[in-house]
Structures are given as C-alpha cells and as structure tokens.
C-alpha cells in the first residue's frame, strides 16, 4: 500500500489534512505550492512529467484539493470546478442528453432549481420537483426508463428537509437511475454519502469545504471508475475548472474542516435552544430537534446537524426583514459556511429564483449560517434583533 493509500485509510481529520498531497519532491514544501502555471515543458513531444500538459485538463494544486475531497467523501475520484453550479452542470451533460428527466428537490437551492428550470431545460432535460423528505412522492416523481438522476439536498436549503440517502438510493437504482447528492450543506466531516449508497456527491465547495468565505468553487466525487471517466471527460471539455489559486484556498479550508464543523454545531445548537425559547419565533427549523421530522433519519446519516439554522417569526414578513437588517454580529448576507456568521431572508435574497413557482419559500422565514464566534456574542446580537 502506498503511503498515500495508508493515508486514504486514517482517520477523517488525518485525512483532512494530509490526503491528496505528499510533501513537494523538490523542496519539501510540506503545503502544495500555487502552480500558477498554464501549461508544462515536455521532454520530447508527449514526454509528460507526471502527465501534466495544460492546466485546463490537469493542474498539480487542482490535483491535490481533487484528492483530498475525494479522501473526505471516501470517493475513489474527486473533481474540482470553479463553482458549485458549474460542477452541477458538468455533471447533468456528464451523464444525461436532451430528451431525459430528472427529479430534484422541490426545496432546492434556487440556483440549482434555475439550472434545472432556464438552462437544462432549454437544451432538453426535463425535471419534476418532489419532497427530499417524502420516499414515495420521489417514487412517483420518476419516469422509469427516463429518469437518469435523482438528485437530493440533505439537508436542503433553505428548509432543512433531510431525505433518507440509502431508501431514496434503493429508490433511485431500481429505477435505473442514480442518486446524486448535494452535500453542501452537512459537509463531508458530517455525512458521506458515497458510503450510504450515493453514486455522486456534488458541493459548493464556497461554503463549508472552503470556510472563509474566500473562495466561490465547486466539486463532483463519484466511486464509479467508469463514471468518473465520463466526468473526468466533460471537466476538460466543458473547461470550468477551478484555478490554482482557488484551489489551494479551497484545500487550505478542508484542513480544519473538521474542528470548524464541530464548533458551527455547538454554537448552532445554542442559538436553537434559544430560538425555540423566544416569543417572537415560531417554528425553530433544525434537523438536531427531535420535533423535526427528519429528526431520525438525520440522526442515523449524520455525525452532528450542521451550522444551519432556519426560523419563522411570528410577525410577518415584514418582521423578518427587519430582524435581517437589525444584527451587528450576524451580518447580512447570501452564501453560508464561512467562519463568521451570516443571516439573510431567503424569499428576498438567495431563493428570489423560485419566487412565484411551487418552490416559493415562506415570507416570514429568516435564514441563519452560525459561525464560530462566541455564542454569547450571536444570541446577544439575535436577541436584539428580534426585539
Ligand atoms: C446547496 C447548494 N448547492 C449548490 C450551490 C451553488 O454553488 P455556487 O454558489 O458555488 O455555484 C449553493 C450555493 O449557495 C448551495 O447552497
């Protein structure tokens, strides 16, 4: 076994930051350089050093976050783009062609919903919205011998619905199709998809992965050698790669991924406790809460419930948006993930895409992404702000 496998094998944080790269040969450089480099000196014509050619098709810091994404999500390839969408639609050309169907969440990120719904749609790939939550409406979504791709967020954003990953792959593959899913949300140091039965997992890497709010990029792992040969060839392709400098923040991230993950959950589960105790707020939404309906299943595919911390006031819309605007410490603003906290109002802001469609979010809902500030700090700052 090579010292890179053994590494494959450890534990999540020993993986976190040592997979994917091995101390540079030249210099010892034990943290990947930047190769900000388009292309590569052959020895003699094809005479590749490592089979590097052009950066479009391969880069050796794209290399690395390739394979340490790939460690994380116990995938056998990882790919890296330059945004979560444009994995997303590398890998809908990867592996459908006009003329196909696929189901997708009827909460999805509204910038996937509108890749669905103005792009995919207009090159002849049709989709039907249905529950993530809900195994027998999916079951009805899906047209067999038509249907290529269910496609789930677990959880789902904005609303927090979990779908069963094994059932709804079960689900998926009697059908003839396969389960993509968007794990963006939980992060790879919280749930691994692959390992429930997934055949693809997609993320915004611009969120968790990376941490800082840094960096915007995207990224595909599949366990399927023959599947990662036909992403492997729409990334060169298609070209929307992730560069060398995005790369190496988006790897600087992945290396404390795991202890940022569990400090986003402990302040989360703080400002739960003190949502579901506040006069103002209705329904508190986190998979952590046994009121949750998917409360169990989250329980069993989950390490922990994530930073992300959904709420309806009791007021309104009106309300709602007052409350976004009124925080110090949580600062207004779309994307999640980052170290800081981030609150915004999603019918206005991130799922304005969806407005007036059956994937319409509520008014009087209040999106929150709990950093790792001092919890005091952010429940003070709600607490203000809800006043
Ligand atoms: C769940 C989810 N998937 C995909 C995306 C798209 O990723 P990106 O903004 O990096 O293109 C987002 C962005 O917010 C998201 O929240």
């Not at 990882?78 to 969408?85: D, E, K, P, W």
């Not at 459908?96 to 890749?115: E, M, N, Q, S």
Request: net charge negative.
């Amino acid at each position: 076994m090579s010292e890179q496998q053994h590494r494959n094998k450890s534990g999540f944080e020993t993986r976190a930051i040592h997979a994917g790269y091995e101390p540079d040969a030249a210099t010892g450089a034990v943290i990947p350089p930047i190769y900000a480099t388009s292309t590569y000196k052959q020895d003699g014509v094809g005479g590749l050093r490592g089979g590097y050619e052009y950066s479009r098709s391969a880069n050796p810091t794209r290399t690395a976050l390739e394979g340490n994404i790939a460690a994380l999500e116990e995938g056998e390839r990882g790919f890296a783009f330059a945004s979560g969408l444009a994995a997303e639609d590398t890998l809908v050309r990867s592996l459908c062609k006009p003329g196909d169907h696929v189901v997708i969440p009827d909460d999805a990120y509204g910038g996937t919903f509108r890749l669905f719904d103005k792009v995919e749609q207009v090159w002849g790939l049709e989709h039907s919205p249905a529950p993530v939550s809900d195994v027998e409406k999916v079951a009805a979504a899906i047209q067999p011998g038509r249907t290529k791709l269910v496609w789930v967020e677990t959880p789902t954003n904005p609303l927090l619905n979990i779908g069963d990953i094994a059932a709804l792959a079960d689900l998926a593959h009697a059908a003839g199709a396969l389960l993509v899913v968007d794990n963006t949300f939980a992060s790879p140091y919280l749930q691994q998809p692959l390992t429930l039965g997934a055949d693809v997992v997609v993320h915004s890497t611009t969120k968790y992965c990376g941490g800082h709010s840094d960096v915007v990029g995207g990224a595909l792992v599949v366990k399927d050698l023959g599947l990662a040969e036909k992403v492997a060839f729409h990334q060169n392709a298609m070209g929307a790669v992730a560069g060398p400098f995005d790369s190496w923040l988006t790897l600087r991230g992945l290396r404390t991924l795991a202890v940022r993950m569990d400090r986003h959950c402990d302040n989360a589960e703080k400002v739960v406790d003190f949502l579901t105790a506040h006069p103002k707020v209705g329904d508190v939404i986190y998979p952590g809460l046994e009121t949750h309906p998917g409360h169990e299943v989250a329980q069993r595919q989950m390490k922990r419930y994530g930073g992300m911390v959904s709420f309806r006031v009791t007021d309104g819309e009106q309300h709602a948006l007052q409350v976004c605007e009124r925080t110090e410490v949580f600062t207004l603003g779309e994307s999640l993930g980052g170290v800081e906290s981030l609150i915004e109002h999603p019918g206005r802001m991130t799922h304005a895409s969806v407005a007036g469609t059956d994937l319409e979010v509520p008014g009087d809902l209040v999106r929150l992404s709990v950093g790792i500030e001092s919890a005091e700090d952010l429940i003070a700052d709600l607490e203000r702000a809800l006043d």
